[in-house]
Each structure stands twice: as structure tokens, then as C-alpha cells.
């Protein structure tokens, strides 16, 4: 299996709505990953998980809460997000942190109302 | 978070035509990959690079790792529509933590 999966594929939330974004992997990777990624612009890097723990959180705004419940999976809990948050999410891993291929998911395409 | 400069943005060519796009940073890397992401989908990546002046070839397409470390090409021969897409660099090095960062992306369009 060398696919990151990731669920739901669309996403339609109200700004008080509570929703979870979900990744699965089944590669033996270490590290996990999650990008915003805006309309014709590039992923921006948002959280890495190293062994299940949080290594990097690139300033991003705590309405996002990410959480690693074991090796293979990798959340992203959403509440009170703003429309501007609408994008596609991307999940990717690879074998550890710092290691030299990203393996990305299909992304999940948010929509905040 | 470190962005890496890509051009050109946009490339409208004929199919059969060869393209050429570089990705170039102020900081040195270690490891350029090239990915094309298709409309609403994740980046797939197309070819990985990780030594400077190496040169990998992926069916039709060709990358290079630049000399200075600082820059990288992607070479695309006889352009099908299916070349359609988004095509990102992406770099990482100890400038970036370690992290790839993304390119601004080269928009291609194949005109059968």
C-alpha cells in the first residue's frame, strides 16, 4: 500500500460547525503532515508529527487543532473557522521527519459558509 | 515559511512542443522534488533530486539539480495534453528546517 488517504473529499462547514479532517497511512512512515493549499497557490506547510508527537506548528491559528492518535493516522479538528479558511487540505507523510520524499494525499476540499 | 520562486507562471504551448520551467531560491538544498498536481487532486511527485548537477529522467521528462545547489530545472519533451496541470518544485535543506517548501507553481496548458 503506498497511498496517504485521506476523507472527507468535500467538506461544506458553517463557521460554528465542529468537523474533523482525517489521513490514513499504511507505509511504515514516521512522519506525518498537514498543507493548506489555496487556489492556484502552492501547499503551505501547517503541522508535522514526528513519532506520534507534534514537532512543528507553523503559527497557525489554534481553530485548528491537529492530533496524532497512532502512527498511521493523523486528524485535523476543525471549529469556529472563518470563510478566508476555505482551501484544500493536504495530508502527506514520509519515513521520518527530514526524510527526502513527501507522499500527499488527494487533499480534502473545505468549504467554511 | 520559506517560498521558492518558479517560472514562468504559466505556459500555453502547442502539443508536440518541448517546455521548459526552474525553480530557483536564495538558500542552498539538498533534495529538489518536482510534483504535478491536477485540478482538485494532491501533488503526485514526478522526480526526485539529490545531488547537485544530477540528471534524472522520467519518460518524457528530464529534471536537473542545479550546480549552486540554489536552483532546479524541469524539462518536459513532446507535450501531450494529458501534460495538463499544476507543476510545483519543492525544496528542502537545512535553511528550511529540514521541511520541503513549495515552489509558486508553473500553470501548463497543452493546446492539441
Known amino acids: 500500500d503506498t497511498e496517504v488517504t485521506q476523507t472527507p473529499k468535500h467538506l461544506v462547514m458553517g463557521m460554528t460547525n465542529k468537523k474533523s479532517l482525517k489521513c490514513e497511512q499504511h507505509?511504515?512512515?514516521?512522519?506525518m503532515y498537514w498543507y493548506k493549499q489555496k487556489a492556484k497557490k502552492p501547499p503551505e506547510l501547517m503541522f508535522v508529527?514526528?513519532?506520534?508527537?507534534?514537532?512543528i506548528n507553523e503559527s497557525v491559528p489554534s481553530r485548528f487543532s491537529p492530533e496524532c492518535p497512532n502512527s498511521s493516522l493523523l486528524n485535523l479538528h476543525l471549529h469556529a473557522l472563518q470563510p478566508e479558511d476555505s482551501a484544500l487540505y493536504l495530508c502527506a507523510s514520509s519515513h521520518r521527519i527530514g526524510a527526502n520524499v513527501l507522499t500527499f494525499g488527494a487533499g480534502s476540499r473545505l468549504t467554511v459558509l | 515559511g520559506q517560498q521558492l520562486n518558479q517560472s514562468p507562471q504559466s505556459m500555453f504551448i502547442q502539443e508536440g512542443e518541448d517546455v521548459s520551467m526552474n525553480c530557483t531560491s536564495s538558500?542552498?538544498?539538498?533534495?529538489w522534488l518536482w510534483y504535478k498536481q491536477d485540478p482538485g487532486e494532491g501533488p503526485v511527485l514526478l522526480i526526485a533530486?539529490?545531488?547537485?548537477?544530477e540528471l534524472t529522467s522520467n519518460g518524457r521528462l528530464t529534471a536537473q539539480f542545479g550546480i549552486t545547489r540554489k536552483d532546479s530545472f524541469l524539462n518536459i519533451s513532446a507535450s501531450i495534453p494529458s501534460d495538463v496541470g499544476i507543476y510545483f518544485c519543492?525544496?528542502?535543506?537545512?535553511?528550511?528546517?529540514?521541511?520541503?517548501?513549495f515552489g509558486t507553481g508553473t500553470s501548463l496548458t497543452v493546446i492539441p
Open positions: 508529527y514526528s513519532y506520534e508527537k507534534l514537532s
Open positions: 507505509m511504515g512512515h514516521r512522519a
Open positions: 519543492a525544496g528542502q535543506g537545512l535553511a528550511s528546517g529540514n521541511q520541503f517548501y
Open positions: 538558500s542552498i538544498f539538498n533534495t
Open positions: 533530486l539529490y545531488k547537485a548537477g
